[in-house]
């Protein structure tokens, strides 16, 4: 059975008296004859339901959210074009575009794609939520600018690294203000310094610590730089709370116990 048609109908004098419907992509045809490779694509939406033909035009507008599909999608090197689905990853219906991002043609439920690489609409999700994420970053750098206040945090933020128990509950509402902003440097500050504080230990066992007057100015210092190091450590995770951060963090210490097993 025929997908019900993208666009809402309208109705138009017909040369000879009378009335017709005609879609609005039929009333813009002349228009898509320009577009070029689009035309052919935009002209077949007509195949699709309202509601996958709004993810469609989403999909055809946004650049980005494409390249993120793409960048993902780990083509075959024949592959030269591949099918997005739009709901069922073997019904469909489908987009089909080139492995460079040219749109190429809207595929109706039941056109079947068997001979394309095909992303899944759950993988399309994950793409549009991770470009969505992206950009509600770059909206909090850019209002943090205008505010004034990434100067502030910048300062607050380095504080955390060097202060140790000295670390001002001022400067933690600070960052707590921009934490989506400093979760990657934080959790990236963890893993570094969690395998320097490994290769430091062995140094630190062998130190007299119940007779401190005893240590030399150098073991001194590097005990301090040791102790701060774990304070920093300490202050960071609280601010790596995102369940993608907190994988990573899980990854990266089971990685770190099998380079020491």
Not at 109 to 128: K, N, Q, Y
Not at 165 to 175: M, Q, S, T, Y
């Amino acid at each position: 059975m025929r997908a019900p048609r993208a666009a809402a109908a309208v109705s138009a004098r017909c040369p000879g008296g009378g009335a017709r419907h005609v879609s609005i992509l039929e009333m813009t045809s002349g228009i898509l004859v320009g577009v070029g490779h689009a035309a052919h694509f935009l002209r077949r939406l007509d195949r699709v339901s309202d509601g996958h033909v709004e993810l469609a035009l989403t999909l055809y507008r946004d650049d980005a959210l494409l390249r993120e599909v793409l960048a993902r999608a780990s083509l075959p090197e024949s592959a030269e074009r591949l099918a997005i689905s739009l709901e069922d990853p073997v019904e469909g219906p489908f987009i089909v575009v080139t492995r460079e991002g040219r749109f190429v043609t809207c595929l109706a439920r039941g056109m079947l794609v068997s001979d394309l690489p095909i992303i899944t609409r759950e993988r399309l999700d994950i793409a549009a939520a991770r470009v969505t994420r992206m950009r509600e970053r770059l909206e909090r750098v850019r209002a943090l600018r205008e505010s004034g206040a990434d100067g502030e945090a910048a300062l607050a933020f380095k504080r955390m690294q060097q202060q140790g128990p000295r670390f001002a509950r001022e400067d933690a509402e600070v960052l707590e203000r921009v934490q989506p902003l400093i979760e990657a440097a934080c959790l990236e500050h963890i893993i570094i310094m969690n395998d320097a504080l490994a290769d430091v230990a062995p140094s630190i066992r062998t130190m007299r610590l119940d007779a401190p007057n005893r240590l030399s100015r150098v073991a001194k210092e590097l005990l301090m730089r040791f102790g701060d190091a774990v304070w920093s450590i300490a202050h960071m995770v609280p601010f790596v709370r995102s369940n993608a951060m907190r994988e990573a963090m899980k990854r990266a210490d089971e990685a770190y116990r099998e380079r020491r097993a």
